[in-house]
Nanobody, 127 residues
């Protein structure tokens, strides 16, 4: 049984940085994509950034381009989201998901029914 566990959230001032981690355990299919999503109170879920399991290609939402970077460490079965120049509007619960999707479909649609979601980690950007 595959599990995803997010970590690294917390309280940070505007302009600060955080690095989120998504650690996977169990049997992992190398070709599965990993995506970072967020949801703020009163707003719909938003795909933030996704990375391909086949060739490492990436996708970023327009709101985070140039500020966030997604990467993966295959040896540790972990995907990271480096968040720089954080803004108050980045405040949300961030969570990761795994599924058989292209990076664009992963972030726009989400994982298929056979995909997996983590529990999420809270990011608060405030002075």
């Amino acid at each position: 049984q595959v599990q995803l566990v997010e970590s690294g959230g917390g309280l940070v001032q505007p302009g600060g940085s955080l690095r989120l981690s998504c650690a996977a355990s169990g049997f992992i299919k190398d070709y599965y994509a990993i995506g970072w999503f967020r949801q703020a109170p009163g707003k719909e879920r938003e795909g933030v950034s996704c990375i391909s399991g086949s060739d490492g290609s990436t996708y970023y939402a327009d709101s985070v381009k140039g500020r966030f970077t997604i990467s993966r460490d295959s040896a540790k079965n972990t995907v990271y989201l480096q968040m720089n120049s954080l803004k108050p509007e980045d405040t949300a619960v961030y969570y990761c998901a795994m599924g058989e999707r292209t990076v664009q479909s992963m972030c726009i649609i989400g994982p298929p029914g056979g995909g997996l979601w983590g529990q999420g980690t809270m990011v608060t950007v405030s002075s």
